[in-house]
């Protein structure tokens, strides 16, 4: 089975901290994703990945960066934590050949509060 | 650009009986259709998906969903809902070259 894991399941943090969101896959897939979730809103794309050192903005890429060094490893940062950054932050990964509209794999997501 | 509307944004429905959830797209070209399930705590489950042939599409769990191209939807059903069943449902739709777009999401409530 695909496991993707992410580094903490809820994080606090203070406004203008650094923070870094993990993302480990085990499937040697191609593709990673980092999605936010709010209520009524669904999930939006931050910022994607399909290939090492490769990034691609997704539709509210303002305020994040990402880093993707490995071909496993995914990871969010926000550079200076504000309290609108508050959300469920979801990555997934998927494998190549039919493009965007594989499957994507969900990790169980990290809670972010930003005081 | 495509959107996603799942009309309910809660249901609730005894045990044992069928589920209907709705979802709505609007896209230029031929769509890709999926449908995720959200357990409490946890991340998102591929149910089912549609990229071609037979629009009614069988998924895991005994849900199925219809793809109905005139009326640009992508219904998932279950004839006799279990308590287990209770979660979010998402559906979401992509395309060649596109990003998936999700739902708002659709929250399942089961009554004993």
């Known amino acids: 089975d695909v496991k993707v894991t992410q580094s903490s399941r809820y994080l606090v943090k203070r406004t203008g901290e650094k923070v870094f969101l993990e993302c480990v896959q085990d499937?040697?897939?191609?593709?990673m994703f980092w999605y936010r979730q709010d209520p009524g809103l669904g999930l939006r794309l931050i910022y994607f990945?399909?290939?090492?050192?490769?990034?691609e903005k997704g539709d509210i890429p303002e305020g994040y960066s990402v880093s993707r060094e490995k071909k496993e490893r995914f990871s969010l940062i926000l550079e200076s934590a504000s309290t609108n950054q508050t959300s469920m932050y979801l990555c997934a990964s998927s494998g190549s050949g039919t493009g965007v509209y594989n499957e994507q794999f969900f990790g169980p997501g990290t809670r972010l509060t930003v005081l | 650009a495509q959107s996603v509307t799942q009309p309910d944004i809660h249901i609730t429905v005894s045990e044992g009986a069928s589920l209907e959830l709705r979802c709505n797209y609007s896209y230029g070209a031929t769509p890709y259709l999926f449908w995720y399930v959200q357990s409490p705590g946890q991340g998102l489950q591929l149910l089912l998906k549609?990229?071609?042939?037979?629009?009614l599409v069988q998924g895991i769990k005994g849900f199925e969903a219809e793809f109905k191209r005139s009326q640009s939807s992508f219904n998932l059903r279950k004839p006799s809902v279990h308590w287990s069943d209770a979660a979010e449902y998402f559906c979401a739709v992509g395309a060649y070259g596109q990003n998936f777009v999700f739902g708002p999401g659709t929250r399942l409530s089961v009554l004993p």
């Open positions: 549609y990229f071609s042939g037979d629009t």
């Open positions: 499937m040697d897939h191609e593709n």
């Open positions: 990945s399909y290939d090492v050192k490769m990034k």
